[in-house]
């Protein structure tokens, strides 16, 4: 069993519709847990930053880690064209171990 | 200006061929990564340097070395090139696990 997985997509949906990312993992020492955001011909960018349990919000993003079930998504409100992107989920076990991305999955949102 | 570059941002190389990419970073972080993205495989970490007396292993570093010749600079270099070392090369830096900058990718085709 790999150490995080992701649903490979990709996924379509339609302007408006709520999306939801997820990922699940094995290691129970993860504790810091990232969402990275790639459009088409970049580099990943930081999109969401969340350290042990619980819900962070920012706009219509909102990352969410329940670690007694090994599971984090990543969820996307009223989703726009502009969000069409590959989104990796990260973790890591301590401040100073690197990061363990997922295989990321492909987001297409349909005006 | 950028504050990770990578040179070149594309390349086309021979089997067998000595390859250097090169990353610059003017962030002034520590830490610094080599990532290769691969489609379906996500990214995958081939060597890391948290500073410039310490040089790491990822989880893909068989047939790469690697070099930090500053805190600025980290290259990396195949010492004989071969086709499946085709592939998306990033340079990435960090203070810490909080979040990592990507630079904006080397494309680089092994024949």
């Known amino acids: 069993q790999k150490e995080v997985e992701q649903d490979p997509g990709p996924l379509s949906v339609p302007e408006g519709a709520i999306v939801s990312l997820n990922c699940t993992y094995s290691n129970s020492a993860f504790q810091y847990f990232m969402w990275y955001r790639q459009y088409s011909r970049k580099g990943p960018e930081l999109l969401m930053y969340?350290?042990?349990?619980g819900n962070k919000e920012d706009g219509r993003f909102t990352a969410q880690v329940d670690k007694s079930s090994k599971y984090i998504s990543l969820f996307i409100r009223d989703s726009q064209p502009s969000d069409s992107a590959t989104y990796l989920c990260?973790?890591?076990?301590?401040?100073?171990?690197?990061?363990?991305f997922g295989k990321g999955i492909t987001l297409s949102v349909r005006p | 200006d950028a504050d990770v570059t990578q040179t070149p941002r594309n390349r086309i190389t021979k089997t067998g061929k000595r390859i250097m990419l090169e990353c610059s970073q003017t962030k002034g972080h520590d830490r610094m990564y080599w990532y290769r993205q691969d489609p379906g495989l996500g990214l995958r970490l081939i060597y890391y340097?948290?500073?410039?007396?310490?040089?790491n292993k990822g989880e893909i570093s068989d047939g790469y070395s690697v070099s930090r010749q500053a805190q600025a600079k980290f290259s990396l270099s195949l010492e004989s090139a071969i086709p499946n070392q085709t592939a998306l090369y990033f340079c990435a830096t960090s203070t810490g696990v909080n979040e990592q900058f990507f630079g904006p990718g080397t494309r680089l085709t092994v024949l």
């Open positions: 990260a973790l890591a076990t301590g401040a100073n171990s690197k990061l363990t």
């Open positions: 969340t350290y042990s349990s």
């Open positions: 340097s948290f500073d410039v007396k310490d040089i």
